[in-house]
Antibody, heavy 120, light 108 residues
Framework: QVQLQESGPGLVKPSETLSLTCSVSGDSIGTYYWSWIRQPPGKGLEWIGHIYYSGSTNYNPSLKSRVTILVDTSKNQFSLKLNSVTAADTAVYFC??????????????WGQGTLVTVSS | EIVLTQSPGTLSLSPGERATLSCRASQSVSSNYLAWYQQKPGQAPRLLIYGASSRATGIPDRFSGSGSGTDFTLTISGLEPEDFAVYYCQQYGSSRFTFGPGTKVDIK
């Protein structure tokens, strides 16, 4: 059974960098794509970006200038860095596995999510 | 960017009733790369439907998806108590994903 677990600080100061890690178990990270998706409190879902085990990435254009996603195959983890955060970046951050099938890409396994609050 | 609009915003129904949820795209969705997710409070979304009409593994057959181009529908043929939740549609196109704002299905 594939499991994903987010970890990182729950509170980040404005203008600083948000850093999260997603640990994957039950599957090798050297397969599929791995994604970050966020959800502001009481609002909808926003795709942040994804990475392939080779290191190739694809980011949401609206966040691209501030986002870096990296993969560490030795630890079976991938990470998210979002710099210059503001209160608008307060959200539950999910990591998810993205699978590309004939019928299109989809997110089939998700972490439980972690709330990150941006506040001084 | 393809914008997804979902209607209604809230659907109030009783257990056993049929739910019909709509997702409309601002442009045609590539190759019907349209998926549906269910989210309950405090939980991560769960994949229900992909490719507009294919059920994900373990999803009951009371859930069905249909549509093409810009108009898509998720139908729940007979609501079970565990189906009351928020439902999101999601599309992939031009190397990016977007989600709809969600439809909340609550108990009447």
């Amino acid at each position: 059974q594939v499991q994903l677990q987010e970890s990182g600080p729950g509170l980040v100061k404005p203008s600083e960098t948000l850093s999260l890690t997603c640990s994957v178990s039950g599957d090798s990270i050297g397969t599929y794509y791995w994604s970050w998706i966020r959800q502001p409190p009481g609002k909808g879902l926003e795709w942040i970006g994804h990475i392939y085990y080779s290191g190739s990435t694809n980011y949401n254009p609206s966040l691209k200038s501030r986002v870096t996603i990296l993969v560490d195959t030795s630890k079976n983890q991938f990470s998210l860095k979002l710099n210059s955060v503001t209160a608008a970046d307060t959200a539950v951050y999910f990591c998810a596995r993205m699978v590309v099938v004939v019928s299109g890409p989809l997110f089939d396994y998700w972490g439980q999510g972690t709330l990150v609050t941006v506040s001084s | 960017e393809i914008v997804l609009t979902q209607s209604p915003g809230t659907l109030s129904l009783s257990p056993g009733e049929r739910a019909t949820l709509s997702c409309r795209a601002s442009q045609s969705v590539s190759s019907n790369y349209l998926a549906w997710y269910q989210q309950k409070p405090g939980q991560a979304p769960r994949l229900l439907i992909y490719g507009a009409s294919s059920r994900a593994t373990g999803i009951p057959d009371r859930f069905s998806g249909s549509g093409s181009g810009t108009d898509f529908t998720l139908t729940i043929s007979g609501l079970e108590p565990e189906d009351f939740a928020v439902y999101y549609c999601q599309q992939y196109g031009s190397s990016r994903f977007t989600f709809g704002p969600g439809t909340k299905v609550d108990i009447k």
